[in-house]
């Protein structure tokens, strides 16, 4: 979450006026099932023993907060193989309402209310990709899981996997075709039937006192598993594969920057996003 009380080109920023004790906008609630144009894929980086802190917080208020300013927060995750690290999901129907939602609720009661506590959790949280589907169709636009009421405290046992390909140039046609044609069958016959496909969104960001990695060019794909032992059991399957191993995963390898970036994603309590 952002520091909006300290201006260091370290700290994200946030000063805000709020004219009164309620979030002065007009923007409905986001239907559900319709998200998302635009998604944030943020990763917090947090003191040492923090998370549970923070993940209680963000689940008690922080969830309805931001949704009823029309944002919609399709999943929030502790990262399996980083103990400190907070991993979630803000979607949004446009750039522009990005902006009205997040004007709304940092300069609302509630973050108001809780900034302290959640900034004194963290460490970084500059680890912010702004992404839109590949498709109009490669989006969460399937029915969510849903969510949990307020006070859940059982944690699935499913694991989400979101897995982050780096470019040196933007994500073309070509690649989406790739992944379609090639990588999306390959992981289907492994078990893990992709859910949703996103990429860098480079639209100018309509709220700059919440930063986001500008001039890097991704494509991130979402899939996942019953549990931890199966997700590794059809990552093991894939990879055996003649035709992942002869043909996939060199094309594959052709075209990226750098190494894939892995996330083992287990869902919060409330999270609708979950396998």
């Known amino acids: 979450m952002p520091r909006p009380q300290v201006f260091t080109p370290a700290l994200l920023l946030l000063s805000l006026a709020c004219a009164g004790s309620r979030p002065t906008t ?3 609630s986001m239907p559900h099932d319709s998200c998302c144009a635009i998604v944030e894929l943020r990763q917090y980086t947090l003191k040492p023993g923090q998370r549970d ?3 209680d917080l963000f689940e008690r208020e922080f969830i309805e907060g931001q949704e009823a300013v029309g944002m919609a927060i399709p999943g929030e995750f502790r990262d399996l193989d980083r103990p400190d690290r907070f991993v979630w999901l803000r979607g949004f129907s446009d750039m522009a309402s990005r902006h009205q939602g997040l004007t709304a609720f940092y300069g609302g009661p509630i973050w108001k209310a809780n ?3 959640a900034n004194g959790t963290m460490l970084d949280s ?3 990709l702004l992404l839109k589907p590949s498709r ?3 989006g969460f636009g399937h029915p969510l899981a849903e969510r949990p009421p307020k006070g859940a405290t059982a944690i699935p046992p499913s694991v989400v996997l979101a897995t982050v390909y780096a470019f040196d140039a933007p994500v073309d046609e070509d690649f989406v075709r790739f ?3 090639e990588l999306k069958p390959a992981l289907a016959e492994a078990g893990l039937p992709v859910s949703a496909y996103f990429q860098t ?3 100018p960001n309509t709220f700059t006192a919440l930063p986001v990695r500008e001039g890097e060019h991704v494509f991130i794909w979402f899939s996942g598993a019953p549990g931890a032992e199966a997700l590794q059991e059809r990552l093991s399957r894939l990879t055996a594969s ?3 191993s002869a043909r996939v995963e060199p094309e594959l390898k052709r075209r990226l920057k750098s190494a894939p970036e892995v996330l083992r994603l287990s869902p919060g309590a409330r999270s609708r996003l979950r396998v």
Do not use: I
């Open 179 to 181: 992944f379609e044609q």
């Open 136 to 138: 109009p169709g490669s």
């Open 53 to 55: 802190t923070l993940v």
């Open 201 to 203: 969104d480079d639209s």
């Open 115 to 117: 900034r302290e506590t």
């Open 242 to 244: 003649p035709a992942w």
């Open 26 to 28: 007009d923007a409905p």
């Open 126 to 128: 500059s680890n912010v």
